[in-house]
């Protein structure tokens, strides 16, 4: 095993490097994802260095006492093979030993190595991507089935309705990740909100760094029903047009359908693996995930 490499937490200089692998890589880097990443769990985010030359990165983000995730795990192709990813990867591991679960996304050649040390499959997930202007998007097609709810546009969502809502559906609560996500300049935020002030669905489209070009980047996007769901997904689209990742968790049944009816296609899958108890919350409300770096 070599010796020689030297891991430290990430620092702000770091970010751009570890963006630019990012989007070497194909994982379509949103704008500022992980300059959040790093505010979610300052101790949790790290470079390997060989001579003071950055050459690899890892996240093992604590979201709490009982949940963390292991993402943005990659060394540069010159270095590979060398035992410097398992480094990498054992001090993450060492960060987040004490929590009875952690979660990671695995490309499919992966499933067997994250296998050996103790992760269980859950669910594919699955990347779609769509190509469009925001027309005919036939917004206007539920009429005024929706109209007693407000739709609500970054600063205007209260947060405290929004955190509450996100906790009674994601694996854990994430108020520090969630703020810093939904309060980012970058893209814009929509909320459905009723007139007692309870939120029914909400949503992010941000821009991200493609291997060729930019585009978009929706997540997360949860919402009470697939209609709701398909109502808020067809709002994000229509002023953000080019090409749009969605990252779909495969517990939930209901996105192919509203995505295939829009024009999204299927173009890459991930495993979602746990090691130690599986997070028992349903899915069902989930429609797109944040980002597969964080689960």
Not at 24 to 29: L, R, T
Not at 36 to 65: E, F, M, S
Not at 159 to 187: C, I, M
Not at 240 to 268: C, M, Q, T, W, Y
Request: with cysteine; net charge positive; glycine share 10%.
């Amino acid at each position: 095993m070599p010796s020689s490499l030297k891991i430290r937490p990430l620092q702000q200089k770091d970010i751009p490097k570890v963006t630019l692998w990012s989007r070497i890589e194909g994982f379509a880097p949103g704008a500022g994802d992980v300059s959040i990443y790093q505010h979610t769990d300052r101790q949790g985010l790290w470079v390997g260095l060989l001579d003071k030359q950055p050459i690899g990165c890892i996240a093992g983000v604590r979201y709490n006492a009982s949940y963390g995730f292991v993402g943005l795990f990659l060394v540069v192709k010159e270095q590979r093979g060398k035992g410097y990813g398992v480094q990498l990867w054992k001090h993450a591991l060492q960060h987040l030993v004490d929590l009875p679960c952690i979660g990671l996304e695995a490309a499919p050649d992966r499933v067997g190595d994250y296998s050996g040390w103790g992760f269980r499959k859950s669910s594919i997930t699955t990347r779609w991507q769509w190509r469009g202007d925001g027309s005919n998007l036939n917004n206007n097609s539920y009429g005024n089935k929706f109209d007693d709810l407000m739709i609500l546009e970054g600063r205007q969502i209260p947060s405290s309705v929004v955190q509450t809502y996100d906790a009674k559906r994601e694996p854990s609560p994430r108020p520090h990740f969630l703020s810093d996500w939904l309060n980012h300049p970058a893209g814009t935020v929509l909320a459905l909100v009723d007139k007692n002030g309870s939120c029914h669905g909400f949503g992010r489209i941000r821009p991200c760094l493609l291997r060729h070009g930019e585009g978009w980047r929706i997540g997360p996007l949860l919402a009470d029903t697939p209609e709701l769901a398909d109502y808020l997904l067809r709002k994000l689209l229509d002023r953000h047009p080019g090409v749009v990742l969605f990252d779909a968790p495969g517990l939930n049944k209901n996105v192919p359908s509203i995505l295939r009816r829009i024009g999204f296609e299927e173009v890459s899958q991930t495993m979602r693996m746990y090691k130690g108890n599986q997070p028992p919350i349903s899915m069902k409300d989930v429609y797109a995930l944040a980002c597969l770096e964080l689960g």
